[in-house]
């Protein structure tokens, strides 16, 4: 899966998101934020992000897809603001605990390669 990811004048490469990372990030994002559509997920994302990170809907809906198929989360039809139909994903308690874990692992291993970064200077 791939990101799209902006460059404005005068910056470096922005970050890639980490094999994994996309579904840990969706799962903490419905959690804070309750049900949303792909749109404001992706939408809430960048902006947490400071703009860092655009995901287009080609790298998002499999990943929702994915994770609904897996039981993290559940998808229903709803209008939006605008009056259009949208699936709105929400976080199940399966999600809940898959999230709960992953944030467990990622931590453990942002941990040992900080050591290890740490060892090397």
């Not at 959690?31 to 992000?49: F, K």
Request: proline share 5%.
């Amino acid at each position: 899966m791939r990101s799209r990811m902006s460059e404005p004048a005068n910056s470096g490469p922005r970050p890639a998101l980490l094999p994994g990372t996309l579904d840990l990030i969706v799962l903490r994002t419905l959690q804070t934020m309750g049900p949303l559509h792909s749109y404001a997920i992706a939408a809430r994302l960048q902006q947490v992000s400071g703009e860092q990170l655009r995901l287009n809907q080609g790298t998002l809906y499999p990943a929702l897809v994915r994770l609904e198929q897996e039981g993290a989360i559940q998808a229903s039809w709803r209008r939006t603001a605008n009056n259009h139909e949208a699936r709105y994903y929400a976080l199940t308690r399966a999600g809940e605990q898959r999230l709960a874990a992953e944030t467990r692992r990622w931590r453990q291993a942002a941990g040992l390669i900080e050591t290890l970064l740490a060892e090397e200077a």
